[in-house]
């Protein structure tokens, strides 16, 4: 890992810097038009906050407006009703110190892998010699060392995904946002990443909100795991993951008896909703 400067700072300066991290969503709607012209409410009352550090995953089935609550802590879309408040401040535009990594890769293909790890810290000023060197070092801490001049076209799904989350984490953000962004991998490369990136948030500790529909994946993972209702989207129960820390492994987590027991609470609480769902959009009824 590359020698960073150490700055004292005070223990109040400390608990700021926690607190920024804090992420508080209560009462949440948003409601949209469709081409009809009706209005159709994707988000209703939705309430949960994230501890600064903390790994939060959040699992519903298609449609419950998972992907929207994301938009409205990161601040690219604004709620109808309730708020959202990063650090004790309401968002109300471009959330500041977060990284959003997306269900696709988002990589730009006419960049070589270390430029598009670079962009992060050259849009916010830092001096391009020392961007390329931290750049560098994301790459060799998710094992692309000597890929820095590949192409993303010349890059297999599961190192394009690296790519991506070196970009993410290169800014050290104090929350990072992920859209089930290992969703399009096989299994094997899942666990695998999934297993990296564990080890990678253990180095700078983000309050993460991840989404996910696999279960597993968001047992192995999560510090605690919201279940939203299908369509309107609320919250029908919160979960905390008493798995202990550091995890190792994905796969080998999901063989011990605590993981069984939880992944077992969590889909008896999911089961109805994916089940409702289901039936709404086979044109069923609830």
């Known amino acids: 890992m590359a020698s960073r400067n150490v700055v004292a700072t005070s223990p109040g300066a400390d608990a700021a810097e926690q607190t ?3 992420i508080e969503i209560s009462g949440l709607t948003k409601r949209f038009l469709t081409p009809a012209g009706e209005v159709f409410t994707a988000l209703q009352g939705v309430s949960f906050t994230v501890e600064p550090g903390q790994f939060c995953a959040v699992v519903g ?3 419950c407006g998972k992907s929207t609550t994301l938009s409205m802590v990161s601040g690219l879309d604004r ?4 708020s959202v408040k990063v650090g004790g401040r309401e968002v109300d535009g471009i959330t500041d110190g977060v990284s959003f990594m997306f ?3 988002a990589l730009l ?5 270390l430029g598009n790890v670079l962009m992060g810290p050259i849009f916010r000023g830092v001096p391009k010699q020392r961007a390329q060197s931290s750049a560098r070092d994301w790459l060799r801490r998710v094992g692309l060392a000597g890929f820095e001049d590949r192409y993303p076209h010349q890059l297999s799904g599961g190192m394009r995904k690296r790519v991506a989350m070196a970009a993410a984490l290169i800014n050290e953000p104090k929350i990072l946002i992920m859209d089930e962004p290992f969703g399009a991998l096989d299994v094997q490369t899942k666990a695998i990443m999934s297993t990296e990136l564990l080890s990678l948030w253990e180095q700078i500790r983000p309050s993460v909100i991840f989404i996910t529909h696999d279960l597993d994946e968001a047992v192995a993972l999560a510090d605690r795991v919201v279940v939203m209702t299908s369509t309107p989207g609320s919250v029908k129960a919160v979960f905390d993951i008493d798995l202990p820390r550091p995890r ?3 796969q080998e987590i999901r063989f011990q008896p605590r993981f069984i027991e939880l992944q077992h609470q969590i889909w008896d609480t999911l089961r109805e909703e994916v089940e409702r769902a289901y039936a709404l959009t086979a044109g069923g009824t609830e």
């Open 20 to 22: 920024s991290a804090r």
């Open 79 to 82: 709620p109808s009703e309730g």
């Open 103 to 105: 269900q696709t890769d």
């Open 248 to 250: 190792g492994s994905v």
């Open 109 to 113: 293909p006419w960049k070589t892998v």
């Open 61 to 63: 089935p298609t449609g």
